[in-house]
């Protein structure tokens, strides 16, 4: 019922994106994110900024919660041209186009300044432009913050101390080789049933970022939060090529403008979010754990190994951004 009401909601919009009222374009974007999150607020700027920029001739209407459906779902409503637009995960994204597992790499990015200076330079272009061909065209990155691990019962200051764990991960093989290779049991698991697995034990601990882990609740249930940042995955606002196609000259420079002073917006709006985010979980009696990085990333250096071999066409850009 629920896949009956997603598609004949979808036929309404694809008809009613089609349509212009007094000169007005309707841009439908659809996310999977909550109302309160940094990302929704950064997509709330660039509502606001390409309605100036276009003195209200485009328009953006959202969609958040999942209302239209899971990532998954609302990239195949953009090929389509059901929906104009959406937010997702970089690692969701690779599962269309091959170029953003780039980005999920572990222990790839040095800190986040190292980061925003692949993204936001040739190479982040880049691969914003590689989804053109699956009519996915990326307009900007959001900051997701970098992925580190939290537990129940046992301090991870080593990657010795990851053996025998049962770690969540999301339904990625780059981030369940990279657990694997640490020496925990990789275990994918829906993010709606994991607060419910670490209360039952039936995993060990899982990894996020701090308001992710927060905002969850698994700050609860964790004592330990081990800041070893294995990957920086970041978000990624996409507009879909059959709306794309049909804008202006003019119109694709307002969108693309928005986007750009969006994310900027969103990376303020995240860096309050983590510090919020930490403070409650140290007032809560998590101990926070800072690692030496380099053993964990010594540890996975096979994750890397293996992706060059199935991607060997990439192998020149990863060492770029290494020496980047």
Partial sequence: MREIL???????????????????????????????????RGILEFQKVLQAKSNGTLKVKIFPDGQLGSEREVLELLQIGSVAATKVSAATLSNFVPEYHLLGIPYLFRDKQHLFDVLEGPIGKSILEKGSKFWLRGLCYYDAGSRSFYTSDKAIRTPDDLKGL??????????INMVNSLGASATPLSYSELYTAMQQGVVDGAENNPPS?????????????????????????????KYWDKLSEDEKIWVQTAADLSAQAEKK????????????AIEAGVEIIIPDKTLFAEKSISVVQDFVIKYPEMAAVVNQIKNQ
């Fill in 6 to 40: 997603i598609t004949l909601c979808c036929l309404i919009l694809a008809l009613s994106s089609c349509k212009k009222e007094s000169n007005t374009k309707v841009l439908y974007l659809a996310h999977n994110l909550s109302q309160t999150h940094p990302v929704h």
């Fill in 166 to 175: 049962k770690i969540r991960v999301m339904n990625n093989q780059m981030a």
């Fill in 213 to 241: 882990f927060v905002s969850s609740n698994h700050y609860e249930l964790s004592k330990y939060y081990t800041l070893d940042q294995h990957s920086y995955v970041p978000d990624v606002l996409l507009i879909g090529t």
């Fill in 269 to 280: 709006y995240w860096n309050e979010s983590v510090e919020k985010s930490m403070k409650i």
